[in-house]
């Protein structure tokens, strides 16, 4: 019988799993790959939904499209959170002028009330400068 493996050993096991579920990471020794394939699918349709219900008129906007659209934009992404997840997806479609009237409106209403630079989560406006953002032109 094989002793248990080691505090570090089973860290390491564990990180690599996480890396292959959720980073893009390669399938670990002595895991099934189409197992891990369908966990994997299966963790991204749940951020989807996180993502959708955090930004509804974005995944409104994509339709039937949105899991194949999250998929293509996260998959091999660890998850950083359905807030900024959403952000930075709708200001990559707002870019690529592919943004709906309903999510651009998502989106500029976001913008309005908060501040966030991509890397570190919102943080909200002060009162008057969501004022003048929002005031009608």
Do not use: H, I, N
């Amino acid at each position: 019988m094989s002793a248990p493996p080691s505090g570090g050993d089973l860290a390491r096991r564990q990180a690599a799993l996480v890396a292959a579920l959720v980073a893009g990471g390669a399938t670990p020794a002595g895991f099934d790959p189409q197992r891990l394939a369908a966990t994997r699918r299966a963790l991204l349709r749940k951020r989807a939904g996180l993502v959708a219900a955090a930004w509804p008129l974005l995944a409104a906007g994509a339709g039937p499209a949105w899991q194949e659209l999250f998929d293509a934009r996260f998959a091999g992404v660890a998850p950083y959170g359905a807030e900024r997840e959403g952000w930075d997806l709708a200001r990559e479609l707002a870019a690529a002028g592919r943004l709906g009237p309903g999510a651009l409106r998502e989106l500029a209403a976001r913008e309005a009330a908060s501040r966030y630079d991509g890397r570190t989560a919102p943080r909200p406006r002060p009162v008057l400068a969501r004022w003048w953002r929002g005031r009608p032109r």
